[in-house]
């Protein structure tokens, strides 16, 4: 994706988004595509998809803004307003997804997951995973409980 930009990257993202739907241990709602609001609104669109492109990344609010084509506060108004989250609880909500995925499916330590899902602070992504789905990692990944970003 990182080499795709307009029309394929939306479609892209669009398919990404419907796999994701219908895996069935991972539910991502945090983008609702039967919104038509969201099929229409570049400056979201760009931002979700430059946030599932880069979440492995240490990722800035100008480095998204600079994507967008919006200011900084102007972005974060329109992404709040729009989605009811702000753009970083969007990015660890992804972060997280991701992580649910690997602690199910790999035999990495919880610290690799981590960095792989873009934490570079293992009790940042321990706080932000039990906040996030109600778990500690090491609790979902003995019991593999599922995700649902609405928790």
């Known amino acids: 994706m990182r ?3 307009g029309l394929k990257l939306l479609i ?3 398919e990404l988004l419907d796999l994701l739907s219908h895996e069935k241990k991972y539910s991502y709602s945090s983008l609702n ?3 038509n609001t969201y099929k229409s609104d570049t400056p979201i669109l760009k ?3 430059f ?7 240490n ?3 100008e480095d998204i803004s600079n994507q967008v084509g919006l200011t900084p506060n102007a972005l974060c108004r329109h992404f709040k307003k729009n989605t ?4 970083f609880e969007c990015l660890a909500e992804i972060r997280i997804g991701f992580a649910t995925k690997l602690l199910r499916n790999s035999q990495y330590s919880i610290t690799q997951i981590a960095y792989e899902s873009g934490y570079s602070n293992i009790s940042h992504f321990n706080h932000q995973f039990k906040e ?3 778990y500690s990692p090491s609790d979902y990944k003995l019991n593999n409980f599922e995700f649902n970003s609405e928790n």
């Open 59 to 61: 990722i800035t609010l």
């Open 84 to 87: 009811d989250k702000t753009i």
């Open 12 to 14: 892209r993202l669009y």
């Open 47 to 49: 931002t979700y998809g």
């Open 132 to 134: 996030i789905t109600g």
């Open 3 to 5: 080499d795709m930009s």
């Open 33 to 35: 595509t039967e919104n």
């Open 51 to 57: 946030l599932m492109q880069n979440f492995k990344n």
